[in-house]
């Protein structure tokens, strides 16, 4: 069984920053790929951004290229991601996921609960 269990969301004004976290069960973190995915009210869920194990280039959706930066610590089990030059669109509740393949809705095995994040 996989748990992915998100912390580091709140509420922000437009222009700042902050980091997400998600904290993955032994066996998810021996995963080919993790990512971050948020849905925003009355929109589908998108995929952000996500790492492969075996893969040192990163995946970013245009939408937040050059914004938000995903990383992992393999010692700790957890992935995170950095938000920065926020804009009230950001709004959304986040979630990191195991991935198969291709980061998308459809290719994801497992989701965490997820964690709200506020741009005002």
């Known amino acids: 069984h996989v748990q992915l269990v998100e912390s580091g969301g709140g509420s922000v004004q437009t222009g700042g920053s902050l980091r997400l976290s998600c904290a993955a069960s032994?066996?998810?973190?021996?995963?080919?790929?993790i990512g971050w995915f948020r849905q925003a009210p009355g929109k589908e869920r998108e995929g952000l951004a996500a790492?492969?194990?075996?893969?040192?280039?990163?995946y970013y959706a245009n939408s937040v290229k050059g914004r938000f930066t995903i990383s992992q610590d393999n010692a700790k089990n957890t992935l995170y991601l950095q938000m920065s030059s926020l804009k009230p669109d950001d709004t959304a509740v986040y979630s990191c996921?195991?991935?198969?393949?291709?980061?998308?809705?459809?290719?994801?095995?497992?989701w965490g609960q997820g964690t709200q994040v506020t741009v005002s």
């Open positions: 790492v492969w194990l075996l893969q040192s280039r990163p």
């Open positions: 996921a195991r991935v198969r393949g291709v980061v998308a809705v459809g290719f994801v095995d497992y």
């Open positions: 032994a066996s998810a973190s021996s995963t080919n790929c």
